[in-house]
């Protein structure tokens, strides 16, 4: 049983700065939490199906290679295929469309597609 003799605590009483700090601080971890959500799942939500590059789409970017300023070599999936499209500021060429087989690798199947300049008519 408490003393009854004992003088209870004092009230604390925070004045505008401590207030303006703790609400800082609040922020700033909140802040800190969002953008750790952010990164991870920026990071790993790809390989458990989050967001776009997850499961799901029939319309995947697979690689992107820039070769020039305003010019780039992309890998799209889309369905059964993998298309390799040449990409421009003013258009879009295709340049190969490989069968997608989920053992071949991609840079076989696609030098068995191409067409060699000897091979040419």
Known sequence: MPDPAAAPL???EYGLTG???KMGLTLAVLLGVIFAA????????????LGPG?????LRLMDHLPVGPKKSVVVV????????????????TRLA???HA????????LA???VQPDDAP
Request: glycine share 12%; hydrophobic share 45%.
């Open 77 to 92: 999936r889309f369905l059964n295929k993998d298309l390799v499209l040449g990409v421009t500021d003013h258009t879009i």
């Open 38 to 49: 952010f990164w991870l799942l920026k990071r790993y939500g790809p390989k458990i199906g």
């Open 54 to 58: 997850g499961r799901g789409g029939s």
């Open 19 to 21: 207030v303006a700090l």
């Open 112 to 114: 068995a597609k191409t």
């Open 97 to 99: 469309e490989v069968d």
């Open 10 to 12: 004092p009230a604390v």
């Open 102 to 109: 989920a053992n071949a690798d991609f840079a076989d199947a």
